[in-house]
């Protein structure tokens, strides 16, 4: 009887002591750590423990976070006996009413309650005497025994306190919207102070702590939330095609957590927090036959050829050292870690990023790329030269997929995208059009026709390609252009005429490196034949 009798007064004091005034904080973020998909943020605050258990509210943290990668640190006094995240907590111990500011607000909002007050008070008597003067004016009417004189005395002095009493009730309700108009001010003032510190944020954590030493705790505070998210883009600046491209590394964040990051540390990852961790397991793979299930296809509709699917294995090195590129203001405030599984910056430049899923760019690295220039063309499918800028051994510069601006010679020509996740040696980028270099594709009719031989049509293409340098220096260029391949042998191709260009069977593809001279105009034929059953149409030749 006894140990039950105690067991009960231990749950009851557990009960009362968890049923104390919450401890309300607001946590300070200081570093994130911002991935594609996701954001780890570092967060801190203090509170003033008593002896015992406690509950702590903590505000100002993401309105949705995974639960699961909460981690709160505190001093070994501390236990930290539970913990739980919600956005729906209410209570009446919200407002801190220990802030000065909030206190001064209150306390104008106390004394012109009063001063509303004190003219209520004052228009209700205004109107009960009113009242009695209707009702004495009606008892003194019935009344016959005052003569006209005192009659006439006693409705002038009515009429004139009557008027008067009206005359200050008008007064009174016009002092008494302007007050509250104030009143109104006011109330909008405090809200706005209650709010300001988490003025979209909603998420909060719930701490039970036990400590047996009061006084003030740090706790540091770390999650993940997927409302956030980062992309690389770049500006490159070429002045002219023997000069290298100045790249300017920069990054676009966005981020809605529900609270704004103030001067906070920002590291750009490009690692996948939420990425499936577990390694995949092969199973036995057993041969079948195909079996064919006809269907029947919509009227006018001809066959779907399923999309290819491009994989590209990416390799990874040896771990790296943060390599210092070109010296300069924002080179000098980013390091750069290169591990086997991923990228990140570190910014020693504290940044603002609000929430409002709207871009913030961040300039990450000024790196000078020596790049050697190229032109290219394919006239068959675009009838304009590209500056091509390849850059050698570019893997040591940590570059991730992205869009890129390009400034040329001082003017914007455009965007372009950089892949570096490709197995060649040298990244080509492309720098833009260049209207100074003429091509034009002309097929030549006299040399294209169509023959009928037995069962067989025979088709005959002959292209001229014309490209001139309107350029005051010497070029070089790369053409390129193509042939059909066949893969029914029942269809046979022959090209008659390469114009001289390198060959390629397997893909079909012409390829010629030219060289032009200022203002030099150089011309390339090239034929092929087709030849296929004449009752049979090819619909892509």
């Known amino acids: 009887m006894k140990n039950t009798s105690l067991v009960l007064i231990t749950l009851l004091v557990s009960a009362i002591s968890f049923a104390q005034k919450p401890i309300f904080t607001s946590a300070k973020i200081k570093a994130a750590t911002v991935y594609f998909n996701a954001a780890e943020l570092t967060q801190n605050t203090s509170v003033n423990l008593p002896a015992g258990t406690s509950e702590i509210v903590i505000k100002n943290v993401a309105n949705h976070l995974n639960q699961n990668t909460i981690q709160i640190a505190a001093p070994s006094s501390v236990t930290v006996l539970s913990v739980q995240f919600t956005n729906n907590y209410i209570s009446e111990f919200e407002i801190d009413e220990s802030n000065p500011v909030i206190k001064r607000v209150r306390d104008s909002i106390t004394w012109v309650k009063k001063e509303i007050k004190r003219i209520q008070i004052l228009n209700n008597s205004n109107k009960q005497a009113i009242v009695l003067l209707d009702n ?85 505070i770390t999650y993940i939330t997927n409302s956030a998210t980062w992309r690389p883009f770049y500006d490159l600046r070429a ?13 676009q964040v966005f981020q809605n957590s529900g609270i704004d990051w103030k001067k906070v540390k920002l590291t750009l990852s490009s690692g996948n927090p939420n990425q499936n961790n577990q390694a995949p397991e092969l199973q036995p793979w057993f041969l079948r036959y195909h079996e064919e299930i006809l269907s029947v296809a919509p009227a006018g509709s001809g066959p779907k050829n399923d999309a290819l699917k491009e994989v590209v294995v990416v390799g990874y090195g040896t771990q790296k050292k943060a390599t210092k590129q070109e010296s300069s203001s924002i080179s000098n405030y980013t390091t750069i870690n290169e591990n086997q599984l991923n990228v990140s910056f570190d910014i020693d430049i504290p940044y603002d990023i609000l929430s409002n899923w709207k871009a913030h760019s961040v300039s990450l690295k000024e790196i000078k790329l020596p790049a050697t220039y190229n032109y290219y063309a394919a006239p068959g499918a675009d009838k304009e030269a590209f500056l091509l800028a390849e850059i050698e051994d570019y893997s040591k510069y940590n570059l991730l997929q992205g869009e890129a601006n390009i400034i040329f010679e001082g003017m914007y020509v455009g965007k372009t995208n950089i892949n570096p996740n490709q197995t060649a040696d040298t990244l080509k980028l492309s720098m833009g059009r260049d209207k100074k270099i003429a091509i034009k594709r002309e097929k ?80 390339i034929r090239i034929s092929y034949k087709v030849k296929y059953p004449k009752d049979k149409n090819i619909d892509n030749l």
């Open 239 to 251: 002045e002219s095609i023997k000069a290298p491209i100045n790249m300017m590394y920069k990054a």
């Open 136 to 220: 004495n004016q009606s008892v003194t009417g019935a009344n016959t025994g005052l003569n006209v004189a005192e009659l006439i005395k006693l409705v002038d002095y009515s009429k004139a306190k009557r008027t008067e009493l009206e005359n200050t009730i008008v007064d009174l309700q016009e002092k008494e919207e302007n007050w509250n108009k104030k009143l109104t001010a006011l109330n909008s003032k405090l809200e706005f102070n209650t709010k300001n510190e988490e003025k979209t944020s909603t998420g909060k954590l719930i701490l039970q702590v036990m400590t047996n030493t009061a006084g003030i705790v740090p706790l540091d």
């Open 444 to 523: 030549v009719a006299d040399k294209s026709g169509t023959k009928f031989l037995s069962s067989y049509k025979e088709q005959t293409f002959t292209y001229d390609i014309t490209v001139k340098n309107n350029k005051k220096e010497d070029i070089e260029i790369e053409l390129k252009d193509q042939y059909p391949l066949s893969t029914d042998k029942e269809i046979t191709v022959e090209l008659t005429d390469s114009g001289k260009a390198k060959v390629n069977q397997e893909t079909g593809m012409l390829n010629w490196n030219l060289k032009l001279a200022a203002n030099e105009t150089k011309k």
